[in-house]
């Protein structure tokens, strides 16, 4: 069964720093989504994506984080100059038109 | 913008019991999903439910969309059904964000 696979798995960043996450979506899916999810809260929507561009961002996705569709199947989040609140789960989803989104395992960021 | 609300926030159950959690939206929308996170952190597609009524196994779903709630039965509980069971709900369909409840965390003991 396809299936939306984030790497790395978790990742641990000095305050400052920049770091990248990336993901590959389903590979028939043309709409692709960045969610964050601090521990012990809801899942809080970042950015989606289609067409090559931002389709739809929310407040938390400041100049700090950036987005890119570097090649055919990679879809990856840059968050610039890390700080000690980015520290969460973040997670990368996929779907078709109106339809069902399928989430990535996630990657645990830490920002020490 | 559109609000979710969840309940209850907090579940404990024996095994075996059954179990109706609850997901109100305040606008309609055009799709909903029900996930749950294991303990891991993933979170798991149940059903993608925007209106009637599915089943998959010990679980089901019913959304009744203009009454703006939708349900998720769990009925036999296991101990592996323990974790945080969320609704997510979309207004648009022009495959926009989805927009989460605070999440139910369901604790079911042996």
């Known amino acids: 069964e396809p299936e939306v696979t984030q790497t790395p798995s978790h990742q641990v960043t000095q305050m400052g720093q920049e770091v990248i996450l990336r993901c590959v979506p389903i590979?028939?899916?043309?709409?692709f989504y960045w969610y964050r999810q601090i521990l012990g809260q809801k899942v809080e929507f970042l950015v989606s994506?289609?067409?090559?561009?931002?389709?739809?961002k929310s407040e938390i996705f400041d100049d700090q984080f950036s987005v890119e569709r570097p090649d055919g199947s990679n879809f990856t989040l840059k968050i610039r100059s890390t700080k000690l609140e980015d520290s969460a789960m973040y997670f990368c989803?996929?779907?078709?038109?109106?339809?069902?989104?399928?989430f990535g395992q996630g990657t645990r960021l830490t920002v020490v | 913008g559109i609000q979710v609300e969840q309940s209850p926030p907090d579940l404990i159950l024996q095994e075996g019991a059954n179990s109706t959690l609850r997901c109100n939206f305040s606008?309609?929308?055009?799709?909903l999903q029900w996930f749950h996170q294991n303990p891991w952190g993933q979170l798991i597609n149940l059903f993608y439910?925007?209106?009637g009524t599915k089943q998959n196994g010990r679980l089901s779903a019913t959304t009744v969309a203009t009454e703006r709630y939708s349900l998720l039965y769990i009925s036999s509980s296991q101990t592996t059904d323990s974790g945080v069971y969320f609704c997510?709900?979309?207004?648009?369909?022009?495959?926009?964000?989805?927009?989460f409840g605070q999440g139910t965390e369901l604790s079911v003991k042996p």
């Open positions: 989803a996929s779907s078709e038109l109106g339809a069902e989104a399928f």
């Open positions: 590979s028939n899916h043309l709409y």
């Open positions: 994506f289609y067409n090559n561009e931002i389709s739809e």
């Open positions: 606008d309609s929308v055009n799709n």
């Open positions: 439910i925007p209106s």
């Open positions: 997510a709900v979309e207004r648009g369909n022009q495959g926009g964000k989805l927009i």
